[in-house]
């Protein structure tokens, strides 16, 4: 009952994972083919500068959080993305001036948020869920804190890697002879995406480090 159990679960967080997938290349493709140029190319110089733009990264991220945090607080409204905006300002602002503290906050923020995809993908919920969230959170936190310079170059090149394959995705899906193609990889989406997500982030941490130690550079 068990073994069955958990195999339902996984097949369920496959589902999940297949309909989130399905519904960002739905997004891309309603978007303009043009608005892929700036992903690709904010996603390439992530990857390749990544270590210098850190700071710059951090505000960003830090102002993507809070806005998602301010729509929620807000809720359905005629102004709801302004306050959403606004709050997102205030918190990548804050977020300059402690630079390496922000950085160690972003990566428990980033472990935690990938930690809860996939243990809610799985259908855990209660104390299952945020106790590993939370685990997730203070170990990416504490990592960060001890290891900021790889932390660094490891957000940025996956962000990077993110707005690079986000940008190529708008401008192919709007290739009507390559739609289809697409649509039908988003049935193997937990293994196609972290697969081309995961390459060219691991090329930028390579290229990241390499850069860093031949330039003796402390971060």
Same mark, same amino acid.
């Given at each position: 009952?068990?073994?069955?159990?958990?195999?339902?679960? +996984?097949?369920?967080?496959?589902? *999940?994972m297949?309909?989130? /997938?399905q519904?960002?290349?739905s997004?891309?493709?309603?978007?303009?083919?043009?608005a892929?140029i700036? +992903?690709?190319?904010?996603?390439?110089?992530?990857?390749l500068?990544?270590?210098?733009?850190w700071?710059?990264c951090v505000?960003?991220?830090?102002?993507?959080?809070?806005?998602?945090i &301010?729509?929620?607080?807000?809720?359905p409204?005629?102004?709801?993305?302004?306050y !959403?905006?606004a709050?997102?300002?205030v918190?990548?602002?804050?977020?300059?001036?402690?630079?390496?503290?922000? /950085?160690a906050?972003l990566?428990?923020?980033?472990?935690? &948020?990938?930690?809860?995809?996939? +243990?809610?993908?799985?259908?855990l919920?209660?104390?299952t869920?945020?106790?590993?969230?939370?685990? !997730?959170? !203070? !170990?990416c936190?504490?990592?960060?804190?001890? *290891?900021?310079?790889?932390?660094?170059?490891?957000?940025t090149?996956?962000?990077?890697? +993110?707005?690079?394959?986000?940008?190529?995705?708008?401008? /192919?899906?709007?290739?009507p002879?390559?739609f289809?193609?697409?649509?039908s990889?988003?049935?193997?989406?937990?293994?196609?995406v972290?697969?081309? /997500?995961?390459?060219?982030?691991?090329?930028?941490?390579?290229?990241?480090?390499?850069?860093?130690?031949?330039?003796?550079i402390e971060?």
């Amino acid at each position: 009952m068990g073994t069955h159990r958990l195999s339902l679960k +996984l097949r369920l967080g496959v589902l *999940n994972m297949t309909v989130s /997938v399905q519904d960002w290349i739905s997004l891309l493709r309603d978007g303009h083919s043009a608005a892929g140029i700036p +992903l690709i190319v904010g996603g390439l110089s992530l990857m390749l500068f990544g270590w210098r733009l850190w700071k710059v990264c951090v505000v960003l991220a830090f102002g993507l959080i809070g806005t998602l945090i &301010g729509a929620q607080l807000v809720g359905p409204r005629d102004n709801q993305m302004t306050y !959403a905006l606004a709050c997102g300002t205030v918190l990548g602002l804050l977020s300059y001036w402690p630079g390496h503290f922000s /950085v160690a906050v972003l990566g428990g923020i980033i472990g935690g &948020g990938v930690t809860h995809f996939y +243990l809610e993908s799985m259908n855990l919920s209660g104390w299952t869920l945020w106790g590993g969230v939370g685990a !997730a959170f !203070a !170990a990416c936190t504490a990592f960060a804190v001890i *290891n900021r310079r790889h932390v660094v170059i490891l957000v940025t090149a996956f962000l990077g890697a +993110l707005l690079l394959l986000s940008g190529l995705t708008s401008w /192919v899906l709007n290739l009507p002879a390559l739609f289809g193609t697409f649509r039908s990889m988003a049935a193997w989406s937990v293994i196609v995406v972290p697969f081309l /997500v995961l390459v060219p982030t691991v090329m930028s941490c390579f290229y990241q480090i390499a850069e860093v130690r031949r330039l003796q550079i402390e971060l």
